[in-house]
């Protein structure tokens, strides 16, 4: 698991360090720098892979941007290097990265690049070293000389594997193609009805996702059962674009005609199956994060999915980090805040358009304001006792 972040004149973070857990949920005004957050994770995680240029970064679910918008451009000069650190209990792995304003380059230079395991250092160069391509990772090239179990891989893999998930109406129904295509789902829901497949044929081998199942039917109120078909002739129409396999519904309350493919399912239903799968699936990155976790759904939804996604994560033997971004304040309420492992974070931008990234903890003071006037965290930060809220 990584257990720290540091960034440096990315976006609008001109200098953070954000200490990490397992479920990480940032909260904040739009354009506050959430989602910077997540790219700068994406952008180091290329880095780790060997190669930072746009096919790098789109498969990771980067927005993709000039060299001038992706560096720092406040009343301070803009800087030429971006610089990226993430630390392990054993390892650490850092690299500043330059691509030219004018003139730039398919590929982002290394300018320096550091790994380090147990104090020693495995990969050390720095900008004045005669190194042939720039463009090249060294760590990415020393993991093939390490065990695969060494904790030095571990970072790397847990880094190069990592990807941003934005989930798309359209693509979770299964109407238009997914541009990132991924296992066990693509990066804006591609996929869906194989991945769901492939965890219902663990569901007789597992007693955890057996429950997890039980879980999302408790969530999705309005259905009986669900499963991935290829025969849906009889309730999808032959204009349609369709996937080979689909997923169909069965709905509780109706009787005769009660199936229903994605197609026609409510949105909140796919989301958050598409939720589940990257949690629960052994496919799944061991380090990812989704963006807008909180779309689509409503305030009481959103709190349970939230509360679930957290049991899965901290429950289950195949450990997982997480990232989420959101706006919704329901989403806080479905946060065990006393768990270590579950952090909170809000983001602002000060004075002078810097991102703030401030983990909340629950103090004495919260506490007090929680028992005297009877508020969930949700009514705190609407209130400003948090940080992180809008400006307007």
């Not at 610089?83 to 304003?101: G, H, R, W």
């Not at 941003?164 to 693509?171: D, G, I, L």
């Not at 869906?192 to 663990?202: I, P």
């Not at 996937?243 to 005609?257: A, E, L, S």
């Amino acid at each position: 698991m990584l257990k720290k972040m540091r960034v440096s004149s990315f976006k609008s973070i001109f200098n953070q360090e954000v200490s990490l857990g397992m479920m990480n949920v940032f909260i904040g005004a739009n354009g506050s720098g959430k989602s910077n957050l997540l790219e700068a994770i994406g952008v180091l995680s290329a880095a780790a892979a060997g190669r930072v240029d746009d096919e790098a970064l789109q498969r990771r679910g980067i927005r993709l941007g000039t060299p001038r918008l992706y560096k720092s451009a406040f009343e301070e000069r803009i800087p030429s290097h971006l610089f990226f650190e993430a630390l392990t209990d054993k390892a650490k792995y850092s690299v500043s990265l330059n691509n030219p304003l004018e003139n730039p380059k398919p590929a982002w230079q290394y300018e320096t690049e550091e790994l380090v395991c147990n104090h020693e250092k495995i990969v050390s160069r720095g900008p004045h070293r005669e190194i042939k391509n720039k463009e090249q990772g060294l760590a990415a090239l020393k993991l093939v000389e390490s065990d695969e179990n060494s904790d030095v891989a571990f970072l790397i893999n847990l880094l190069r594997n990592f990807a941003v998930y934005t989930p798309n109406t359209p693509v979770l129904r299964g109407i238009i193609p997914d541009q990132q295509t991924r296992e066990p789902v693509g990066l804006s829901g591609g996929r869906l009805a194989e991945a769901v497949k492939e965890l219902q044929s663990l569901v007789s081998k597992s007693e955890f996702i057996e429950d997890a199942f039980d879980d999302i039917l408790s969530l999705i109120d309005w259905i009986n059962s669900f499963e991935t078909t290829s025969n849906v002739n009889a309730i999808l129409s032959s204009s349609i674009a369709r996937q080979k396999n689909v997923i169909r519904f069965t709905d509780r309350f109706m009787k005769g005609h009660n199936h229903l493919t994605a197609y026609d399912a409510s949105e909140g239903a796919l989301y958050i199956l598409f939720c589940a799968v990257l949690i629960l699936s052994p496919n799944s990155p061991k380090c990812l994060a989704i963006d807008n976790l909180d779309q689509t759904l409503n305030p009481r939804l959103v709190l349970n999915l939230t509360r679930f996604l957290c049991q899965w994560i901290t429950k289950s033997d195949d450990k997982r980090q997480i990232f989420v971004t959101v706006h919704n304040p329901a989403v806080l309420d479905g946060l065990n805040l006393q768990d270590d492992r579950i952090r909170l974070f809000t983001v602002d931008r000060n004075n002078r358009g810097h991102t703030e990234i401030n983990r909340v903890t629950i103090t004495k003071e919260i506490l007090e304001l929680s028992d005297k006037k009877g508020w969930p965290l949700s009514r705190l930060w609407v209130m400003g006792h948090l940080g992180g809220v809008p400006n307007v």
